[in-house]
């Protein structure tokens, strides 16, 4: 029997305000073909189907689209929620789905046996633990006047709990079957990318411990963190992570799906299957006369044009480097690639707030956090205070994550 694991598609993605439609089209079409060739029983998408909460009628369609691929291709599907999806988006038509082999579990269900989810495929049986992404409100409830260190230690100790419930249901019920857990969530030790800066606080899972994962369990599928990794060094602890560069800070990254082969009951290899490259990511940096002559001497290969960012250092801020740099945007507006993150620095400006409104610096490049904290360096405020702001704007922008 044959699994494969993956997870973070963000459909609908933009990267700076350009559409990554294409790459996620062409990596749907990749999977599809990919699950017919090598005769795969049960797909795991582990959460962030979607990039967004109210995703765009493109990004439905292709969600869509490569579900009614798979019908009659002999493979059943498990989908769960991210904290990127909107549960009702994902469980709106899961009644339905379920008639075609595809269940989806948007987010913590009222009866956690729901979760446990039985298959049986022509070539065996699996359990597999669909737990999504689990928000606070999913787990306890806030005591009025707990400090955030105290909501997070509980909130932990709540993942941990599900797990084990779910554990010991799975033994209980189906001692004798393989099973594969489900995960969407931050594990102490996991390797983020700048597009993941936020998780460490929001949803509150910045210490969970791999080993907080029962033994129950054969195999534990994560998504949450878009580079690929194990986790603990455990063949068995896996991060699929994003099939599609999302970040620039992604670029260098190899990108796979994970097939798991199941025999006599036993997972006996994971196996990474890498994910062709069909867009570059590109970064120049250095003087102008650097970048300059090194766009004009790149040429691409991937089929999309490459996304190209261009970050140019300059020892002493002058005008007549920036009139410069804007004729080299100009020039090259109308080459095969794109260049979408451009940046002008001088090293004898003075940090602080005005680092925010460099030269091609966008807001849509900043997080609040980024803006929190450059606020706070603006004022003369002493350390405790300063620490005391910063715990009360993660609190309030955790609430405000986990309503959307």
């Known amino acids: 029997m044959k699994i494969l694991h993956t997870a973070d598609w963000h459909?609908?993605?933009?990267?700076?305000?350009?559409?990554?439609?294409?790459d996620h089209r062409l990596f749907l079409d990749w999977l599809a073909l990919t699950i017919q060739e090598r005769l795969i029983d049960v797909l795991l998408i582990s959460g962030d189907v979607f990039d967004t909460t109210n995703p765009s009628?493109?990004?439905?369609?292709?969600?869509?689209?490569?579900?009614?691929?798979?019908?009659?291709?002999g493979c059943q599907v498990?989908?769960?929620?991210?904290?990127?999806?909107?549960?009702?988006?994902?469980?709106?038509?899961?009644?339905?789905?379920k008639f075609l082999d595809i269940k989806v579990v948007g987010n913590?269900?009222?009866?956690?046996?729901?979760e446990l989810l039985h298959l049986t495929t022509p070539r065996?049986?699996?359990?597999?633990?669909?737990?999504?992404?689990?928000?606070?409100?999913?787990?306890?409830?806030?005591v009025s006047g707990e400090g955030y260190e105290n909501r997070l230690a509980a909130l932990r100790q709540g993942i941990r709990g599900h797990y084990e419930q779910l554990?010991?249901?799975?033994?209980s019920q189906f001692s004798d079957l393989p099973s594969i857990a489900m995960g969407h969530l931050f594990v102490n030790g996991a390797s983020t990318s700048e597009s993941e800066r936020d998780i460490h606080v929001v949803g509150g899972e910045a210490a969970f411990s791999a080993e907080f994962f029962p033994s129950g369990f054969d195999y534990i599928a994560l998504g949450h963190i878009?580079?690929?990794?194990?986790?603990?060094?455990?063949?068995?602890?896996?991060?699929?992570?994003?099939?599609?560069?999302?970040?620039?800070?992604?670029?260098?990254?190899?990108?796979?799906?994970?097939?798991?082969?199941?025999?006599?009951?036993?997972?006996?290899?994971v196996e990474a299957l890498p994910v062709p490259a069909y867009r570059e990511l590109r970064c120049f940096t250095g003087s102008l006369d650097e970048v300059e002559a090194g766009l004009k001497a790149y040429v691409f290969t991937n089929p999309l044009p490459s996304y190209v960012e261009v970050h140019v250092t300059e020892p002493f801020a002058d005008p007549h480097k920036e009139m410069y740099f804007n004729e080299l945007l100009r020039e090259f507006s109308n080459v095969p690639f794109q260049i979408i993150k451009p940046r002008l620095s001088f090293t004898n400006r003075t940090k602080g707030a005005d680092e925010l409104f460099i030269t091609g610096t966008s807001i849509q490049d900043l997080t609040p956090r980024d803006v929190f904290n450059q606020r706070l360096l603006s004022e003369n405020l002493d350390e405790e205070t300063r620490l005391l702001l910063q715990e009360a704007f993660e609190e309030l922008w955790r609430d405000v994550s986990e309503a959307q």
């Open 11 to 22: 459909l609908g993605k933009q990267l700076h305000k350009y559409s990554l439609e294409e």
């Open 57 to 73: 009628n493109q990004a439905l369609a292709q969600y869509y689209g490569f579900l009614k691929k798979l019908i009659g291709s």
């Open 78 to 97: 498990v989908v769960t929620g991210g904290n990127h999806d909107s549960p009702g988006v994902l469980n709106a038509p899961r009644e339905l789905l």
């Open 108 to 114: 913590a269900l009222e009866s956690i046996e729901d």
């Open 124 to 142: 065996g049986e699996i359990v597999v633990a669909a737990v999504p992404y689990l928000r606070e409100a999913d787990l306890r409830k806030s």
């Open 167 to 171: 554990a010991d249901l799975k033994s």
């Open 226 to 269: 878009h580079k690929p990794q194990r986790i603990s060094n455990s063949d068995f602890i896996r991060y699929s992570g994003s099939p599609i560069p999302l970040s620039f800070s992604e670029r260098d990254d190899r990108k796979y799906v994970l097939e798991l082969t199941i025999d006599n009951t036993k997972i006996t290899s």
